[in-house]
């Protein structure tokens, strides 16, 4: 028996899932490690940790038998999964800024709505974000979470008319008539802006909003009129085609006609008018600026 131990060396075997991974000499370096990886949940935006459990089991190996505890320590960590959670501040339904504590995103909402409530409509909100990967998103201070937020409700703002947010441009065009221009083609200043696009182009509504007119009208032919709200109304003007009724509900971006020609016009056009109360507005005050 004394030639055996002369001979060969008493260690600890390690397997992982019923995988033999190698050798040490002492498995509290192994535990010790384990250890030290589930302390870090609830530190560095950490909030769970999955690692393995390796078995053990005592082997008798040769003198020359190499133990390997570093590539042990590598498998265990190649077999750990970290769980991150960061908190997002939303601005209307978008991913805006991401911030490491939900103390810091609660923060910057109540001090957003104490700024912009009065004179911005806009929803804010704080979603949980989770990742198995530290890099996938780029949190930043809460400065600079602010800063970024309130530059886009700044935009909002000068894009509003009385609240009402105009978020979508109806069509990408020419701009041919400018609101306030006299032309040979009427008898008094124009009312709104003239934009030439194809035949058929999709016209998508500015606005939420309801449909409070959709048929012919006069100079304006084909027209549909979107009640926004507040006292805002706009007038999609010459259509070659209605996909809307009186009384639909509209979401801004949805298809609600067609450009044409009808009524009085020249050419291929969008009439885009915003009145307010009843008079009309410079659309490039809040949109195709």
């Known amino acids: 028996m004394t030639v055996i131990f002369i001979k060969f060396n008493v260690v600890c075997n390690v397997s992982i899932n019923g995988q ?6 002492d498995r509290s370096l192994i535990e010790n490690e384990i250890n030290e990886l589930l302390a870090l949940e609830g530190t560095n935006n950490i909030i769970f940790v999955d690692t393995v459990i390796p078995k053990y089991g005592f082997a008798l190996v ?30 209307n339904g978008e991913q805006k800024s991401i ?11 109540t001090e957003i709505k104490e700024n912009y409530e009065d004179s911005v409509k806009f ?9 198995d990967n530290e890099n996938t998103y780029e949190t930043v201070d809460v400065k600079i979470a602010k800063q970024d937020v309130s530059e886009q409700l700044q935009e909002i703002k000068e894009s509003s008319v ?21 032309e040979s083609i009427r008898s008094y200043a124009h009312t709104g802006l003239d934009i030439a696009a194809p035949y058929g182009t999709d016209i998508k509504s500015a606005c939420d909003g309801t449909v409070s007119f959709s048929g012919y009208k006069g100079s304006y032919g084909n027209l549909v ?3 926004c709200g507040n006292g805002v109304e ?34 291929n056009h969008l009439h885009f008018e915003i009145r307010v109360n009843g008079s009309q507005v410079n659309p490039q005050n809040y949109i195709y600026k």
Do not use: M, W
């Open 20 to 25: 033999h991974i190698g050798y040490v000499k």
């Open 62 to 91: 040769s003198k020359n038998q190499e133990l390997n505890e570093s590539e042990i320590l590598a498998k265990i960590s190649e077999n750990t999964k970290l769980t991150y959670k960061y908190y997002a501040v939303t601005l």
């Open 99 to 109: 911030v490491n504590s939900l103390e810091e995103a609660e923060n910057l909402v």
């Open 123 to 131: 929803t804010i909100g704080i979603n949980e974000i989770y990742s």
């Open 162 to 182: 009385k609240g009402v947010y105009l978020s979508q441009k109806p069509i990408s065009g020419v701009i041919t008539s400018r609101f306030g221009s006299r």
């Open 225 to 227: 009129i979107v009640d």
């Open 234 to 267: 706009i007038y999609y003007g010459h259509c070659s085609k209605l996909y809307v009724s009186e009384g639909d509900k509209v979401n801004a971006g949805d298809i609600i006609a067609a450009v044409g020609s009808t009524g009085n016009s020249t050419g």
